[in-house]
């Protein structure tokens, strides 16, 4: 009887395959996709046997690894990048995030400027972002023009901008977008109130109960500075997370940005109601906002994910980056050169953000059966040699710069480097633009 090898799209054959889930590094195998999702992962021997596949790549020198997960952004505020260093964060908003965005903010704006933010981010391997801005139809557009997963905030503020003019409008302009992209594979979405310092009682109890009939998970700056809290016991009575704890926010649906200035009962707390944590360590070093107690949130098996941030208080969109400075800073905070190894910083970058979107069913690690959501990082060069622990190598030596290749569900967004889409809206033109246009009125 004559084997017939089976049919595929695309077999991967690397050195090494991070799996993430179950906590593996295999080598020498392949991963086999077909129709965007991953099919198996075996010996390449057995592969080649067993699989026909319409494109065969041999990376015989590079890690595969899940699609990095972005678990806070504000991706359209890449055209923002540099304009407002070396400010505290109140600073930073009052005199020149928010009074930029009242003059300029459109459509067009978050278009271009999350356009710019998809071709940095996918070229660092990043296949899925969480984002918090305006206009979220436009960021929409643009995470699909580059085939991105993207899963986009309901923006909610109780003062206006050039988006909306109160609470209810942001949260009805935004439902109207989720409703006009719901079939969309590769966009989600999220609740978005900014923060509690400009979100009332009202809003938050209208965004619970969105949540609950929705299943949408809630995505919220919390306890980022201490001014913040010092701000909160003042007007409310108590510190921002006991207010959200007390209106029903808390729960596996809520993730807390930031999560800076954090008591050891406020990590109890976060932990007993199964909340998550986006951890943003360059944005919080940046905004001098502090060290988050990751070692003693993840002690309490608290689920943290890491975020950038966005590209004005960071200034990049680089995970690799994050996982880095997460590890070291557990490490130098916490006094335990074991805190936060190298495989769960790359676990936080992958599956525990996946998990906090309520995506880990369908993205962050490498299991048959999950989207083939893939990143392939090039540890071959002389910068990134010798290598004696591939996943040490991905956290401590190797940068964005050795992603060679990246797919969201099976489709090749970065070949060989090169974007494979690009929209043809004459970005660079576009940039130039919107720079010149926040130089002249900002006069930077």
Request: contains cysteine; hydrophobic residues 40%.
């Given at each position: 009887?004559?084997?017939?090898?089976?049919?595929?799209?695309?077999l991967i054959?690397a050195?090494?395959?991070?799996?993430v889930?179950?906590?593996s590094?295999l080598e020498?195998?392949?991963?086999?996709v077909?129709?965007?999702?991953?099919?198996?992962?075996?010996p390449i021997s057995?592969?080649?046997?067993?699989?026909?596949?319409?494109?065969?790549?041999?990376?015989?020198?590079?890690?595969?690894?899940?699609?990095?997960?972005?678990?806070?952004?504000?991706a359209?505020m890449?055209?923002?990048?540099?304009?407002?260093?070396?400010?505290?964060?109140?600073?930073w908003l009052?005199?020149?995030?928010?009074?930029?965005?009242?003059?300029?903010?459109?459509?067009q704006?978050?278009?271009?400027g999350?356009?710019?933010a998809?071709?940095?981010?996918?070229?660092?391997g990043i296949?899925?972002?969480n984002?918090?801005?305006?206009?979220?139809?436009?960021?929409?557009?643009?995470?699909?023009?580059?085939?991105?997963?993207?899963a986009?905030?309901?923006?909610?503020?109780e003062?206006?901008?050039?988006?909306?003019?109160?609470?209810d409008?942001?949260?009805s302009?935004?439902l109207a977008v989720?409703e006009?992209?719901?079939d969309?594979?590769?966009?989600?979405?999220?609740?978005?109130?900014?923060?509690?310092?400009?979100v009332s009682?009202?809003?938050f109890?209208?965004?619970?109960?969105l949540?609950?009939q929705?299943?949408l998970?809630?995505?919220c700056?919390?306890?980022?500075?201490?001014q913040?809290?010092?701000e909160?016991?003042?007007?409310?009575?108590?510190p921002?997370?006991?207010r959200?704890?007390?209106?029903?926010l808390?729960?596996?649906?809520f993730?807390?940005v930031?999560?800076?200035?954090?008591?050891d009962?406020?990590?109890?707390?976060l932990?007993?109601t199964?909340?998550?944590?986006?951890?943003?360590?360059?944005?919080?070093l940046?905004?001098?906002?502090?060290?988050a107690?990751?070692?003693?949130m993840?002690?309490?098996?608290?689920?943290?994910?890491?975020?950038?941030?966005?590209?004005?208080?960071?200034?990049?969109?680089?995970?690799?980056?994050?996982?880095?400075?997460?590890?070291?800073?557990?490490?130098?905070?916490?006094g335990?050169?074991?805190?936060?190894?190298?495989?769960?910083a790359?676990?936080?970058?992958t599956l525990?953000?996946?998990?906090?979107?309520?995506?880990?069913?369908?993205?962050?690690s490498l299991?048959?059966?999950?989207?083939a959501?893939?990143?392939?990082?090039?540890?071959g060069?002389l910068e990134?040699?010798?290598?004696f622990?591939?996943?040490?190598?991905?956290?401590?030596?190797?940068?964005?710069?050795?992603?060679?290749h990246?797919?969201?569900?099976g489709k090749?967004?970065v070949?060989?480097?090169k974007?494979?889409?690009?929209?043809?809206?004459?970005?660079?033109?576009?940039?130039?633009?919107?720079?010149?246009?926040?130089?002249?009125?900002?006069?930077?």
């Open positions: 009887m004559t084997f017939t090898p089976e049919a595929i799209d695309l054959e050195r090494w395959i991070a799996q889930e179950p906590d590094v020498n195998h392949a991963l086999a077909r129709d965007g999702r991953i099919v198996a992962i075996l057995e592969a080649r046997d067993r699989y026909q596949p319409d494109q065969r790549l041999a990376l015989d020198r590079h890690i595969l690894i899940p699609g990095l997960v972005n678990l806070h952004t504000h359209a890449a055209l923002m990048r540099g304009m407002a260093d070396d400010l505290p964060l109140m600073d009052h005199k020149r995030i928010w009074p930029a965005e009242a003059t300029h903010l459109s459509a704006f978050v278009l271009d999350t356009r710019l998809c071709t940095e981010m996918l070229r660092g296949t899925c972002f984002d918090m801005y305006f206009f979220p139809e436009a960021a929409a557009t643009a995470a699909s023009e580059f085939g991105m997963r993207a986009l905030g309901i923006t909610t503020l003062f206006p901008n050039p988006y909306a003019n109160d609470a409008d942001y949260l302009k935004g989720r006009r992209w719901r969309r594979l590769l966009t989600t979405f999220c609740l978005a109130p900014h923060a509690s310092y400009t009682d009202a809003t109890e209208r965004i619970l109960i949540s609950e929705l299943g998970p809630v995505h700056h919390v306890h980022e500075t201490r913040e809290i010092d909160a016991k003042q007007r409310d009575g108590r921002p997370l006991a959200l704890h007390r209106l029903g808390l729960g596996p649906n993730i807390g930031h999560g800076v200035h954090l008591t009962e406020e990590i109890d707390l932990a007993a199964g909340s998550h944590i986006a951890h943003c360590p360059t944005s919080n940046k905004l001098a906002s502090g060290f107690p990751v070692a003693k993840q002690r309490r098996g608290i689920n943290i994910g890491l975020g950038t941030d966005g590209a004005a208080s960071n200034n990049r969109l680089d995970l690799f980056g994050e996982m880095r400075l997460a590890a070291l800073l557990a490490k130098g905070t916490s335990d050169a074991a805190a936060l190894p190298a495989r769960q790359l676990r936080m970058a525990n953000g996946a998990t906090a979107l309520g995506l880990g069913h369908e993205i962050g299991t048959p059966g999950k989207a959501d893939l990143c392939a990082v090039d540890l060069c990134n040699r010798p290598c622990d591939p996943v040490s190598h991905l956290v401590h030596v190797a940068g964005r710069e050795s992603v060679s990246v797919w969201v569900a090749c967004c070949d060989d480097k974007l494979c889409e690009h929209p043809a809206n004459h970005l660079d033109s576009a940039i130039a633009l919107w720079q010149n246009s926040l130089e002249v009125c900002w006069n930077i």
